[in-house]
């Protein structure tokens, strides 16, 4: 089964942020390359694009064809999402898939790249013909099988984030918009984003190794605005993480949007304190630290320090 960025982008711009094709433009002659909806196998090169053994010999030999001392494909499937929150309204929700293979061939001082999104077997093989250009030495005998070397399980995920739906992602988001209203009389406005990647790589090496890995990436915003005596402030804070949803703990999350809050709307006492620093007599430079929900001000003088509480 073969997909194109561009094929895929086009579709989803016809769709207007369709997260899956309704059934009803499936019957209208509207083509689906994969849905997106649809969870990413562990190797979707091989398993949606048939890029075997074979077929990475037939590219790998044409990109030393003309030498290399070193030589590779670098295969990168990517799907993202994102959410936006605005006021407890849901302002966007994108999706993206975004996939292509690079190949690169060195010889000396010498480096040859090319790169395609379209991975079928005549795309690669031209692209591997443009990156060897550079080189004009004898061609060298490529490797015709491949041996998988595993990464080490950097990040290992539950549930990946193909496989997580809107009806999952929306609830954290409303928490945090709740969470935020509800700290202070006087904010006004609460924004929350909400972004999520799944990259698949897939490495093959002139030395006949095949090195496959999975990169999650997932991250909460929260921007805060409060107006208090007519002035506007905000504040922003955020999480993230190469972990999956069970990462997103109360706790967690809670503790982020009390920071975006505490650097919306610090502490007005203290800050009235701290503009004594500004005037000629007494000389004093203060700031001020947060300790669970007690915030804490220090003054420093030309008289000996002292803490206030």
Known sequence: MQIRRREFLGQMAAGSAIITMPAFLAGCGVNQAIQIAEATPDNPFMQWFAVDDATIARVMAELTANGADVAELYFQHTRSNSLGLEDGIVSRANSRISQGVGLRVVIGDQTGYAFTEDLTLPSMLAAAQTASAIANRAAIAAPQAYNPKKTGDLYITALPWADVGIDQKLPLLKHVDAKAQAA???????????????????????????????????????????????????????????????????????????????????????????RLFLQPVPAVFCYMRRSDTVWKQTSIARAPASTLT
């Open 184 to 274: 202070d009389p006087s904010v006004s406005k609460v924004s929350v984003g909400w972004s999520d990647v799944d990259e698949r790589i897939m490495i093959a090496t002139l030395d006949g190794n095949l090195i496959m890995d999975h990169r999650p990436m997932t991250r909460l915003t929260a921007q805060v605005t409060a107006v208090r005596d007519g002035e506007t402030q905000s504040g922003y804070s955020n999480i993230a993480a190469r972990q999956d949803l069970s990462w997103y703990t109360t706790e967690r999350i809670d503790a982020m949007v009390a920071e975006a809050v505490d650097r919306t709307l610090p502490d007005d006492r203290l800050l009235a304190k701290c």
